[in-house]
Nanobody, 124 residues
């Protein structure tokens, strides 16, 4: 089992920045790939970014590439999402997720554990 708790959401103006954090506990954190997904009202949960167990590989959705950075600290059991140059279309609930699978996935059903979500609202 892995328990995940997000923090750091909030309201920001377009062009601003926010940093989301996800604290993990339970199963050895360094054994799981981590990702951030997001879900806007009326839309499906979609992939935003992912990072490998050791942090050496990162993946991004085209919509956030160049603006968002995912990182992790296995010593502290945390994964972060630095979001810059935010746009109104980035408004969503952001979820931290973990997978025990061997490969990093970009689909929500490839992830085993989820946090409760953090609201990010970007005003125009």
């Amino acid at each position: 089992q892995v328990q995940l708790v997000e923090s750091g959401g909030g309201l920001v103006q377009a062009g601003g920045s926010l940093r989301l954090s996800c604290a993990g506990s339970g199963r050895t954190f360094s054994n799981v790939h981590m990702a951030w997904f997001r879900q806007a009202p009326g839309k499906e949960r979609g992939f935003a970014a992912a990072i490998s167990r050791g942090g050496g590989r990162t993946y991004y959705a085209d919509s956030v590439k160049g603006r968002f950075t995912i990182s992790r600290d296995n010593a502290k059991n945390t994964v972060n999402l630095q979001m810059n140059i935010l746009k109104p279309e980035d408004t969503a609930v952001y979820y931290c997720a973990a997978t025990t699978r061997g490969a990093i996935g970009v689909k929500f059903d490839e992830y085993d554990y989820w946090g409760q979500g953090a609201q990010v609202t970007v005003s125009s």
